[in-house]
């Protein structure tokens, strides 16, 4: 997409309702061979007057099947309109917010961002298959220890083994001496094709990894290997508070990338987007779908269009500029939260261009963490606990979380005085 400019409501309604009367039309049109319709009319009718200002509700109850990959080879022809409107999507997501070239990507709306890692991992496990006939046991995850435990689903799923990077406790950086070692170890192992999965912010800390650390070592060791960006949380924010990041399609060693806009985009479940460069989609082409018009691509089969839809009409309701003011507000106002953190002396991680905030548990008793919702790294033995700032973290609410962890802090200190002098 050349230009990602903010829509009206009224030009958005007249793109969707265009869309969906380019699709068949169960209501109105002899269609016998498909094992869909619209959604029940008994309790989802078509008449509600109300819907002809709702153009997401209306393609609900269209109930319009994504099913396969629409930015290659055909799809299926009665849900041609909106499909279209799936791959301006597609194309929206890998060009003005990801950089990369114009038409140079596939990609599809997953059920969620494990989905669309475990579609990259299953997509690069087929690539080194097929392209140098290894076996399974030469192919290796490689992520860091922060990174999403859907990689250890895929691990399992796929049947591959996975080694987990260490990161430094404070900087949440992988280590690069270790990953070192870890390529030897996995190489003497007979591992010699890598799938890298890099954090564009972990989902516990915000954190950021550096695709070209692993770049380097692998290609230092002499390695096969091919590298996915996980921007499950932080693909809608991160491009933004950081233009110059290099996670993203500029970056050659990147090939595809995982967003979720069930996430910071608000959009319904049902909305991650997988992202990958042309040419290596064909990896996870099951031919036997032959049932399914061009096939199909994906792990999930059938979906529904209208989250495809529903994205879209957000992201264009913003534009560029009214997201760039979004995340900026956002980032703002977790940095306001650092700062605050910062004159009570309280630990914390924090990236500078995301939105999540870390604080080591020490200064959070599980009263005020269960209060405020606050989130642990693990729910057995919590180390950390995070505040995420989203659009309903207004500092009005920030406030009372600072005024008890103060209160905390000075009631220990006074229970510790008190030891101190008995
Ligand atoms: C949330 C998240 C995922 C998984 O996304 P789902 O949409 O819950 O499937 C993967 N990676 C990261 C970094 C995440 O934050």
């Known amino acids: 997409m050349k230009h990602w400019n903010k829509l009206s409501k009224e030009a958005i309604h007249a793109r969707v309702f265009g869309a969906l009367s380019n ?54 022809s009665f849900f041609r309109g909106t499909h279209e409107i799936e791959r301006e999507l597609i194309g929206l997501c890998a060009e003005n917010i990801l950089n990369g070239e114009e038409g140079a990507f596939d990609g599809y709306v997953a059920a969620g961002g ?59 950086e992988i280590k690069q001496d270790e990953l070192e070692n870890i390529i030897r170890e996995q190489r003497a192992k007979g591992k010699s094709c890598f799938i ?20 380097r070592a692998l290609e230092a060791s002499g390695s096969r290997f091919m590298i996915h960006a996980d921007g499950a949380f932080g693909g809608f924010i991160y491009p ?19 967003l979720d806009a069930h996430k910071m985009v608000q959009a319904p479940y049902g ?11 064909q990896h996870a082409n099951t031919k036997e779908a032959s049932y399914v018009e061009g096939e199909d691509y994906t792990l999930i089969g059938s979906r529904s269009g209208a989250n495809a839809i ?9 534009g560029k500029y009214g997201w760039n003011e979004k995340t900026t507000i956002l980032l703002q106002r977790t940095s306001w939260l650092a700062s605050e953190l910062d004159k009570l002396n309280i630990q914390y991680f ?4 995301s939105n999540i905030v870390t604080i080591r548990s020490a200064h959070v008793p599980e009263e005020i963490a269960a209060k405020y919702g606050l989130v642990p790294d693990s ?21 009372p979380l600072l005024e008890d962890l103060k209160q905390y802090q000075w009631e220990r200190r006074l229970a510790e005085t008190n030891t101190i002098n008995r």
Not at 142 to 168: E, G, I, Q, R
Not at 350 to 353: A, C, G, H, M, S
Not at 379 to 399: A, N, Q, T
């Open 114 to 172: 494990t989905e669309a890692n475990l579609q990259a991992i299953w997509i690069y496990r087929n690539y080194f298959r097929n392209e140098f006939n290894v076996k399974n046991s030469a192919i290796c995850i490689l992520c860091s220890t922060d990174s999403h435990y859907s990689m250890s689903k895929a691990a399992n799923v796929f049947d591959l083994d996975m080694a987990l990077v260490p990161v430094d406790e404070h900087t949440r």
């Open 350 to 353: 924090r990236n500078p261009f």
């Open 271 to 281: 909305t991650g987007i997988f992202l990958i460069r042309k040419g290596l989609m």
């Open 196 to 215: 890298v999965v890099a954090n564009m912010m972990t989902t516990m800390f915000g954190s950021v990894d550096n695709a070209d650390v692993y770049a």
């Open 23 to 76: 699709n068949i039309d169960f209501y109105e049109e002899n269609i016998l061979g498909v094992p869909g319709s619209h959604l029940d009319s008994k309790l989802f009718y078509q008449d509600a007057p109300f819907l002809k200002d709702a153009p997401f509700l209306t393609a609900l109850i269209h109930n319009p099947n994504h099913i396969g990959c629409h930015t290659l080879g055909k799809s299926e």
């Open 379 to 399: 729910h057995h033995s919590p180390k950390w606990y995070k505040v995420v700032v989203m659009e309903h973290v207004l500092i009005e609410r920030l406030l």
């Open 310 to 318: 529903a994205v879209w009409m957000i992201l264009m309701t913003y």
């Open 240 to 258: 933004f508070t950081n233009p110059a990041n290099t996670l993203d399609f500029r970056n050659k060693y990147i090939t595809s990338v995982t």
